[in-house]
């Protein structure tokens, strides 16, 4: 059972396949959120809670994505429709593109942050004197018009790489940024070993208290793993239906999952030792980047170099996510709907240009406007990493774990028999039972059933 695309675009290099997959998973979930959810549920013990959900439910979730996208080489509409005719299936596919139509929305607004933050701090007009000055300089930049310009601006980059296309685009900025990207982590971690609480930030990572372990630390474990890895949107399926047959897909996901972890572990150890040298909590929450780094930056010697690289390197982060999150829209438009590359792009960029003017006003301008109480911004963030994407890894879940042939699944992970896959019969079992579970688990809480 092969529904194959000939063709199809492809990535050219198993690298190039790796470093787009690691590109997509890795994003400000590593470098902005982990650090702040590390930071509010205490450190080791959530870290560890962390890793273990990584590897026992977003493996599993990664490998279903990663057979259903190679498996049909279609987008994720249609490898839903493809593996199920006419059972109706492929409205998680659906799911997924709004999903991710929302999450380019609101995080287009951030990247855009991102780039304000990077060009005030190669002119040296952030506000570095204090964290107050620090927490009216984000204020400012939030609550005007202005975000909206940024916002155009990041959407311009990304639509860039996008038209290029898969290899030329896609694969070819990946194998520039990931490896640039990891660069700039390790040469931040270095500077964080020189610094007097270096010591007191790495013991408050890597030393768990089991005791703090609670409800709320576990599901948030589970919720960050998830998400970091962009599960459930299709993101993945999407890639992976551009990986030619030489890619083996369990070690791709294991790969794939180890160095998004190596990024989430990375941005802790830069950020950590910093908060404790100047006295800083590390629970500071999603503002920890924008108002508490630049105040830490500029008590460094060459502060402003170091800020410029920060910035750029979450701008970096940013890049590589959106990039494949406009990519599962895209594949849609062009094969669903028949449209040429360039068509599809412009569409996608449309889209999440009026999502994003919306996020961007949510500060200023739009703050009052609230929907079931939520502001556009937070409302787009809701809906799609608290609603759509546990329901999209459970279907996916389940859909692979009980609705697939088996034969199908084997194939893929066997290259048609001609390699060994011990672990099919473990994976299966994880699809079909402890994933399920343990996503809905994720999803009860996190619309406050739990």
Not at 438 to 445: D, K, S
Request: glycine letters at 10%; aromatic letters at 16%; charged letters at 10%.
């Amino acid at each position: 059972m092969s529904h194959h695309n000939s063709n199809r675009a492809m990535f050219a290099t198993r690298f190039g396949a790796i470093a787009a997959t690691v590109g997509s998973a890795v994003g400000l979930g590593n470098i902005w959120r982990f650090p702040y959810e590390a930071g509010i549920h205490g450190g080791g013990a959530f870290l560890i809670c962390y890793l273990v959900f990584v590897f026992v439910i977003g493996v599993p979730v990664l490998c279903a994505e990663f057979c259903m996208g190679r498996g049909t080489r279609s987008n994720v509409f249609g490898a839903y429709r493809k593996l199920a005719p006419g059972k109706r299936w492929d409205y998680l596919g659906v799911l997924g593109i709004i999903a991710s139509l929302l999450i380019l929305s609101f995080y287009s607004v951030v990247a855009g942050w991102t780039i304000e933050y990077l060009i005030n701090s190669v002119t040296g007009s952030l506000n570095f004197s204090s964290m107050e000055g620090g927490h009216n300089q984000f204020n400012e930049l939030t609550t005007g018009w202005r975000p909206i310009l940024w916002t155009v601006i990041f959407l311009c980059f990304n639509f860039l790489i996008l038209i290029a296309g898969v290899t030329k685009g896609i694969e070819r900025a990946s194998n520039i940024l990931m490896p640039l990207l990891f660069l700039l982590l390790v040469a931040f971690c270095i500077n964080s070993f020189f610094m007097s609480g270096f010591a007191d930030g790495i013991e408050y990572l890597f030393y768990p208290d089991f005791s703090k372990i609670t409800p709320s630390v576990l599901l948030g474990a589970m919720g960050q793993a998830f998400f970091s890895m962009s599960l459930g949107l299709g993101c993945m399926m999407t890639y992976a239906s551009y990986f030619n047959n030489r890619n083996k897909l369990g070690k791709t996901a294991l790969t794939t999952a180890i160095l998004d972890s190596l990024v989430a572990i990375l941005a802790g150890i830069v950020i950590f030792p910093a908060v404790f040298t100047f006295g800083l909590t590390p629970s500071a929450g999603p503002t920890l980047v924008f108002e508490v780094l630049p105040h830490i930056f500029s008590q460094l010697p060459a502060g402003i170099l170091w800020s410029t690289l920060f910035f750029l390197l979450l701008f970096l982060a940013s890049l590589t996510s959106t990039v494949s999150m406009s990519e599962i829209s895209i594949s849609f438009f062009c094969e669903e709907k028949k449209m040429s590359r360039i068509k599809a792009t412009i569409l996608s960029s449309f889209i999440s240009l009026c999502g994003g003017i919306l996020c961007a006003l949510s500060f200023g301008p739009l703050e009052n406007f609230k929907i079931f109480g939520k502001d556009f911004f937070n409302l787009f963030d809701y809906i799609s990493s608290n609603i759509f994407l546990p329901l999209g890894g459970m279907g996916c879940s389940i859909f692979l774990g009980w609705m697939v042939d088996k034969n199908f699944v084997s194939n893929q992970f066997t290259d048609y028999g001609k390699t060994k896959f011990h672990l099919l019969g473990l994976l299966v079992f994880s699809l079909r039972w402890v994933c399920p579970a343990a996503i809905l688990l994720i999803f009860l809480n996190s619309i406050g059933l739990i």
